[in-house]
């Protein structure tokens, strides 16, 4: 059974009214979504038990069940009970349609409420991708200099709009470098190295900070990717907070933040939670989705494919993302909605043109054309094809990605484990993230590559010979052996490192870019040895006719071999196979090379599970203790539900505990009798124990299973007959049946709580295999099962319990 994360607290979305019937007190729950009222009773599990209407079409509009549900904070939502009550919300709204024309209007206002959400969330995802994009890139110039006549423009647009379009690093005339506001000009000197050098550590440092502080302060939900809570929450799970407008504004600045400030990061996890935060807050704009929790996970799938679709400009793999790795439940129509939003999102994005002002590095009138019109980050131009000798490196590239995925899950979730358990690390997230940004501002200033932004680091190692121009050039064979080849090692080496401890912290940080990045560095790395080596085959007569072909333009590309080992880290890291080929492609827009990119993601995927079978994402919910039950893992032990269950106790609850009897209620399951019990005795029950719903039995001697009843049902009924019925008192007797008898004068009237009981909870026997259980809760997304054996109740499953037996099990 699944225990509170928090004290109950009782809503005012249930109102909940006592009416007199005879001398018997009966709950009822107003039932009507305006402003009407309703005394008719129901079952709040979507069936109704009044006699008096057998079937559906005899049910008056005002006697409706309710529609909407509210959960606790670090609950599980029930999403048979939430699509039951939509269906009869629907059915409700149908009925209405014979009302011309405001019936008509409702019932096509009710079917267009998901399309209208998601497409302003398409909106809004976009233009905030777009923004942020904008700001982190003029904020991660600002430690190098600045634009002396107009501040607001970044160093691309600065030397742009002064017509020194032909600039190199080191030469536009109309960036201000900040050595050069303190009249140090000689750009040889140490002195000029040495200011340049603080300025840079001092900008990041100061940008970090800031970040952090907004987080600590408004909203610490703010911090880390965001994508495993993100999954969670798409699976059932409920986190209060996660995805509000406070977390939504701090996680959007400290964003721009922690990305310009040079931590090795990225912006691409975050906005998957961004997006879906819109999605969250634009919810409620439609009271179907708002106030129905597994209604509105439909709009947070679109909404994370929204969130990839603007990171990467990539709407097709943003939906394959969404299916493949965050949603839980992702209907057919949610495919569609889903895809609608990444399309207007990318149309968004593709107006605000973040990406295409990004490749601006020279020149010709036609090249700058082209700049204009494009709309992938990192796009590529192979004017070749590859070979099928090319195939070996490709899979030894995924062969590295899958180890070093799996090396980076395993330090990263022990430096994780380290910094939750230690108090002076965990508690002092502000000089973590300070050391940490200085000791990477510090050392990446000093490596060309690691020094300018990781986009445009990745961006370079992409691109073709051809488009190479600058003095560094990889393209440049004795500089490439020499210098390039030991600075890409470098860059590699530290990148790994850094990311260990930089991901986890608390600042906005995603992981995708960083893992592109070391892919990309070790793609290069082997494509210089592959074209070294045939290049020596080459001069070598008698040479294999595999060998001859014309190298860089009809084989061994050293940018095909970074875009391939960019998809296989990031394959051995998130563990991504489909929806990874497709925004590869979609981030370099190079159709001809799905095939070597599958090829190496197919190997980092195999080498990987071999190694362990969770990629980062899942490594952190089990590190945060989420109960999160993945719908592609299996489960491995042959076990039936009464070794996984929580036996229940036979015991009436006493008004004085011990510790230990009371360790023991907690531990195990509790019931209710459906006569017998006091208010008193179930007020006690409630306060002595923190479960989330109890068995209904026909006594403790037999066990008998009558129903199911959740605690926020019983506490919400149990209160408001306290505050508006006086003659209902302590020792009043609750009823879960029809037969109340009559009452006595002068006795305390019974208290009828039948119509808030669930008659039909699921249930299992005790000898039903584990695959069953967990596939009943994968398909049919259940809060619980009961165990029950002869139709008596043995005991309850939930997915804490099914994990928590699973990490035992590990553990021995």
């Known amino acids: 059974m699944e225990r509170a994360g928090r004290s109950s607290t009782l809503g005012s979305t249930d109102e909940v009214e006592l009416e007199p019937s005879g001398t018997s007190a009966t709950i009822h729950l107003d039932m009507t979504t305006g402003g009407g009222s309703s005394s008719s009773d129901f079952n709040p599990f979507g069936a109704i038990d009044d006699v008096r209407f057998k079937t559906d079409e005899d049910l008056p509009d005002a006697l409706a069940p309710p529609f909407f549900s509210k959960y606790g904070d670090f609950h599980t939502i029930d999403w048979q009970r939430d699509l039951a009550r ?20 409702q019932s096509g206002w009710d079917a267009g409420a998901g399309w209208i959400c998601v497409l302003f969330v398409g909106l809004a995802a976009g233009a905030t991708a777009g923004i942020i994009d904008i700001g982190a890139r003029w904020m991660s110039d600002l430690k190098t200099g600045v634009c002396a006549d107009r501040f607001w423009l970044d160093r691309e647009h600065c030397c742009w709009s002064s017509n020194d379009t032909f600039y190199k690093d080191d030469e536009c005339k109309a960036w201000t470098k900040w050595p050069w506001m303190l009249n140090y000009y ?38 880390g990717s965001g994508i495993p809570e993100i999954k969670c929450i798409l699976s059932g799970f409920v986190i209060r907070g996660y995805l509000g407008k406070w977390t939504f504004i701090i996680k959007s600045v400290g964003l721009i933040l922690s990305s310009a400030s040079g931590l090795s990061l990225g912006k691409e996890g975050p906005m998957v939670h961004l997006a879906c935060c819109i999605g969250n807050i634009f919810s409620y704009l439609f009271p179907k989705y708002g106030l129905n929790e597994a209604k509105k996970r439909e709009i947070l799938s679109a909404s994370a494919a929204a969130g990839v679709s603007v990171a990467f400009g990539a709407p097709i793999g943003g939906v394959l993302f969404s299916l493949e790795e965050a949603s839980y439940y992702f209907p057919l129509k949610t495919m569609w909605r889903s895809f609608f939003c990444a399309l207007v999102a990318g149309i968004i ?111 370079q190692l992409f691109d073709r010979c051809e488009d190479q121009t600058d003095e560094d050039s990889l393209c440049d064979q004795n500089k490439a052996l020499s210098i390039a080849f030991g600075q890409l090692l470098w860059a590699l080496i530290f990148k790994f490192i850094i990311t260990i401890f930089t991901f986890g912290i608390k600042v906005p940080c995603g992981l995708f870019v960083p893992s592109i990045g070391m892919g990309a560095i070790a793609g290069r790395i082997l494509g210089i040895t592959v074209d070294q080596i045939f290049r020596s085959v080459q001069a070598t007569p008698g040479h294999s006719e595999y060998f001859t072909c014309q190298i860089g333009k009809d084989c061994v590309m050293p940018g095909l071999y970074a875009m391939v080992g960019a998809a296989a880290v990031l394959g051995g890291v998130t563990r991504m196979t489909v929806s990874l080929v497709v925004i590869m492609f979609e981030l370099t827009g190079s159709l001809e090379f799905i095939v070597p990119t599958m090829v190496a993601t197919m190997f980092s995927k195999w080498i990987g599970d071999g190694i362990s079978k969770m990629g980062i994402y899942e490594a952190h919910i089990e590190l945060n203790g989420y109960p999160f039950l993945d719908s592609k893992g299996e489960y491995p032990y042959s076990t039936v539900a009464s070794q996984v269950m929580r036996p229940s106790i036979h015991r009436q609850v006493a008004d004085e505990l011990s510790m230990s009897d009371l360790r023991e209620l ?115 997304g259940l809060r619980h099962v009961l165990v029950t054996k002869n139709g008596k109740v043995l005991g309850i499953i939930t997915k804490k319990d099914i994990l928590q037996f699973m990490r035992n099990k590990n553990s021995q």
Request: hydrophobic share 50%; with cysteine; charged share 15%.
């Open 666 to 780: 907690k531990n195990e399951l509790s019931v209710i009798t459906e006569s017998g019990m006091t208010l008193g005795d179930l007020e006690g029950l409630l306060r002595q124990t923190d479960f989330n719903g109890f068995p209904v039995v026909v006594s403790h001697n037999s066990m008998h299973l009558v129903g199911f009843i959740t605690r926020r049902d019983i506490l919400l009924a149990l209160h408001t007959a306290r505050k508006t019925q006086p003659y209902v008192v302590t020792n009043s007797i609750a009823y879960f049946s029809d037969a109340v008898p009559d009452s006595v004068p002068g006795a305390p009237a019974p208290l009828r709580l039948r119509k808030i009981l669930d008659m039909a909870p699921m249930t299992v026997t005790d000898q039903t295999p584990m695959e069953t259980v967990i596939d009943m809760f994968r398909k049919l």
């Open 86 to 105: 939509d269906r009869l919300r629907h059915k409700m709204i149908s009925k209405k349609k014979v009302d011309f024309p405001l019936g008509l209007l």
């Open 186 to 223: 000689n750009s040889s000197s140490f002195l000029f190295l040495f200011l340049e050098w603080i300025f840079y550590i001092g900008w990041a440092v100061a940008m970090s900070t800031l970040a952090v502080l907004f987080v600590k302060i408004f909203a610490p939900y703010a911090c």
């Open 349 to 459: 994005l593709r107006f605000v043109n973040p990406f295409g002002s990004n490749q601006v590095s020279s020149l010709s009138a036609k090249t700058l054309i082209f700049i204009c019109f494009q709309t992938s980050l990192f796009h590529v131009d192979y004017m070749m094809k590859w070979t099928f000798i090319e195939l070996v490196p490709f899979a030894l590239l995924g062969l590295f990605g899958g180890i070093i995925g799996s090396l980076f899950i395993f330090a990263n979730i022990r430096w994780s484990r380290f910094r939750k358990n230690s108090k002076t690390l965990g508690g002092n997230p502000i000089y973590e993230v300070m050391i940490i940004t200085l000791i990477t501002a510090a050392i990446s200033y000093f490596n060309p590559f690691t020094r300018k932004s990781a986009l445009s680091m990745i961006q």
